[in-house]
Nanobody, 121 residues
Framework: QVQLVESGGGLVQPGGSLRLSCAASRSIFSINAMGWYRQAPGKERELVASITSGGSTNYADSVKGRFTISRDIAKNTVYLQMNNLKPEDTAVYYC???????????????WGQGTQVTVSS
């Protein structure tokens, strides 16, 4: 299992930038995939970006070209750089880790506590 702690949220004006961090309690090489999800009031939680242990990335269409997911293996940390932020990006952002094994082929998901991102003028 793994514990995840997010940080870096806050209030920013439209067009501004924020960098979110997710610190994991174990090597991210041992985690099959990590991602950032977000949930706005009254809406379902949605995938924003993900990165595999091999470094492959994936993004939601709504954030392509604006957000970048990256990692610092030595620090066991995954980042989400958010540029050109829009009001519709306002949500609680959650870090996710997915771990699977021969004993647990369907895998397990682990979540951070969430960090608030508010985009408003």
């Amino acid at each position: 299992q793994v514990q995840l702690v997010e940080s870096g949220g806050g209030l920013v004006q439209p067009g501004g930038s924020l960098r979110l961090s997710c610190a994991a309690s174990r090597s991210i090489f041992s985690i099959n995939a990590m991602g950032w999800y977000r949930q706005a009031p009254g809406k379902e939680r949605e995938l924003v970006a993900s990165i595999t242990s091999g470094g492959s990335t994936n993004y939601a269409d709504s954030v392509k070209g604006r957000f970048t997911i990256s990692r610092d293996i030595a620090k066991n940390t995954v980042y989400l750089q958010m540029n050109n932020l829009k009001p519709e990006d306002t949500a609680v952002y959650y870090c996710n880790a997915h771990i699977s094994s021969w004993a647990r082929p369907y895998g397990n998901d682990y979540w951070g506590q969430g960090t608030q991102v508010t985009v408003s003028s």
